[in-house]
Nanobody, 122 residues
Framework: QVQLMESGGGSVQAGGSLRLSCAAS?????MGWFRQAPGKEREGVAA???????KYVESVQGRTTISRDNANSALYLQINSLKPEDSGVYYC???????????????????WGQGTQVTVSS
């Protein structure tokens, strides 16, 4: 198991930006960011492989960047041009499995952080 702790969430107006951080006890080859809005299923937002390959859900494509700092065991998610539909609890996740390309399905990840709330107002 990997210990994960997210930070950087908050309340922001539509059009703004946020940078979420995830401090990990260690980074695995495959890491991801997920989010869950009230009454909705957890959704994969972005995933990254060890070599830096990335995958994004279509709704954030072009305005979101996932990155990893292997030296400092940190994972980041930069979201720009935020929309109200981006609101939710954002979770950092690590997978003990090895796969490529990156996958956005939560079933492939087995370590989760506690989450950080993102609220975007219109």
């Amino acid at each position: 198991q990997v210990q994960l702790m997210e930070s950087g969430g908050g309340s922001v107006q539509a059009g703004g930006s946020l940078r979420l951080s995830c401090a990990a006890s260690r980074l695995t080859l495959n890491m991801g960011w997920f989010r869950q809005a009230p009454g909705k299923e957890r959704e994969g937002v972005a995933a990254i492989g060890a070599a830096g390959s990335t995958k994004y859900v279509e709704s954030v494509q072009g305005r979101t960047t996932i990155s990893r700092d292997n030296a400092n065991s940190a994972l980041y998610l930069q979201i720009n041009s935020l929309k109200p539909e981006d609101s939710g609890v954002y979770y950092c996740a690590a997978s003990s499995r090895v796969f490529t390309p990156p996958i956005l399905s939560s079933s492939w990840y087995d370590s989760w952080g506690q989450g950080t709330q993102v609220t975007v107002s219109s």
